[in-house]
């Protein structure tokens, strides 16, 4: 299958319970920030944003907060429902650069 | 239209074949962008483009990958003798004016299998 050998890191979480899901990016230079969420056979769907002059900004069930001293990025996503099980990815973005650079899924499965 | 298309959905290919691959930004977005996601992990960036213009092609490797976007016509990504490590799905994003940062938004991915 298309994901032998693949392990992403998985968060196991009861359904109605918080997620936190934690990213380290690697460029200090970087000033944008979204995480994705990716279901099985799409395309990565943008969940919340944020720039580098702030450190938390919230969303509707989802909370980004941006750590730039340890250059550290979570998502938090409340009361988790079904349909939040997916693979989460963070992208940071340079100024003056606009490709996006991914970083490693993280699966988060919804216990019902 | 309102979400980026892209065809085809799978391709085949046997090694040493030519593929070429389409995307639909939405429309009124200036920005599109390549990129290519194996095993269901980590994205790569390819190629971008403002209107019809390559922006940054630091992504691409350029023996054997090409890219375009014409007026009026879908962006198409082509890989010229296509090599096992081809295989991925490749997604194509699009976004508004605005220097390019602004929300991606991403197509479905066409999944290229080299056999």
């Known amino acids: 299958g298309e994901s032998v050998g693949l392990h992403l890191p998985t968060l196991s979480v009861q359904e109605g319970d918080n997620s936190i899901i934690n990213c380290a990016y690697s460029n200090s230079a970087s000033d944008y920030f979204i995480w994705y969420k990716q279901e099985s056979g799409k395309g990565p769907q943008f969940i919340i944003d944020?720039?580098?002059?702030?450190d938390k900004r919230q969303g509707q069930r989802v909370t980004v907060l941006l750590n730039k001293t340890v250059k550290h990025l979570s998502l938090q996503i409340a009361a988790t429902q079904p349909g939040d099980s997916a693979v989460y990815f963070c992208?940071?973005?340079?100024?003056?650069?606009?490709?996006?650079?991914f970083g490693k899924g993280n699966q988060v499965v919804v216990i019902p | 239209g309102e979400e980026v298309a892209q065809t085809p959905k799978h391709l085949v290919r046997g090694e040493g074949q030519k593929a070429k691959l389409y995307c639909a930004p939405i429309k009124g977005h200036s920005y599109v962008f390549w990129y290519q996601q194996v095993l269901k992990n980590e994205f790569k960036f390819l190629i971008s483009?403002?209107?019809?213009?390559?922006?940054?092609e630091t992504g691409m490797p350029k023996e054997r990958f090409s890219a375009k976007c014409l007026p009026n016509s879908p962006c198409s990504l082509e890989i010229q003798a296509t090599k096992l490590e081809d295989s991925a799905v490749y997604f194509c994003?699009?976004?508004?004016?605005?220097?390019?940062?602004?929300?991606?938004?991403f197509g479905p991915g066409t999944r290229l299998t080299v056999t």
């Open positions: 483009f403002q209107n019809e213009n390559v922006f940054d």
């Open positions: 944020i720039r580098s002059n702030m």
């Open positions: 992208a940071e973005n340079i100024y003056g650069n606009n490709r996006l650079a």
């Open positions: 994003a699009s976004s508004r004016p605005g220097q390019g940062r602004d929300e991606q938004y």
